[in-house]
């Protein structure tokens, strides 16, 4: 019997894309909408625009972590992107859910159990506390990591 607990969340509601018919996440709320109205402003925006409006950009809108490297310097987003996007993770309760991800929660909705994210990235033979209560066989320590 699989002991992990319901996620305190429920299905993000979704909604067809009026311009190319694809099946998107619903923008509900102040912060998705203005994220939305942004996108309109920005969309025809050109990265050699950008660069020239900001010489630095190649340099701060970069991450570094664990051998990974991002540079999101080009893509079509501005300091006002980043702030509408941060915004609405806090809206959505984004670190909540990482959280519950984390403590091996149910928040795979379609299959009413715990995703196997962290799971499945776990070094070999390591497994947090509800790894070892979950039925999946790919859990076990000898085929993690």
């Given at each position: 019997?699989?002991?992990?607990?319901?996620?305190?969340?429920?299905?993000?509601?979704?909604?067809?894309?009026?311009?190319?018919?694809?099946?998107?996440?619903?923008?509900?709320?102040?912060r998705g909408k203005a994220l939305?109205?942004?996108?309109?402003?920005?969309?025809?925006?050109?990265?050699?625009?950008?660069?020239?409006?900001?010489?630095?950009?190649?340099?701060?809108?970069?991450?570094?972590?664990?051998?990974?490297?991002?540079?999101?310097?080009?893509n079509r987003i501005t300091d006002?992107?980043?702030?509408?996007?941060?915004?609405?993770?806090?809206?959505?309760?984004?670190?909540?859910?990482?959280?519950?991800?984390?403590?091996?929660?149910?928040?795979?909705?379609?299959?009413?159990?715990?995703?196997?994210?962290?799971?499945?990235?776990?070094p070999r033979g390591r497994r947090?506390?509800?790894?070892?209560?979950?039925?999946?066989?790919?859990?076990?320590?000898?085929?993690?990591?």
């Open positions: 019997m699989n002991e992990t607990r319901q996620a305190p969340f429920d299905r993000q509601r979704r909604a067809r894309d009026s311009r190319t018919g694809r099946l998107t996440r619903s923008s509900s709320g102040r939305v109205a942004h996108h309109e402003k920005v969309r025809e925006l050109h990265l050699r625009r950008l660069f020239a409006d900001d010489p630095g950009r190649g340099e701060r809108l970069t991450a570094e972590a664990v051998g990974v490297f991002l540079d999101y310097s080009k006002e992107t980043l702030t509408l996007l941060l915004q609405l993770a806090e809206q959505s309760g984004l670190r909540a859910r990482i959280d519950a991800m984390f403590q091996g929660d149910k928040i795979n909705v379609s299959e009413k159990r715990a995703v196997l994210h962290v799971a499945l990235r776990a947090s506390s509800w790894m070892a209560r979950t039925s999946c066989p790919r859990c076990t320590p000898c085929s993690t990591g």
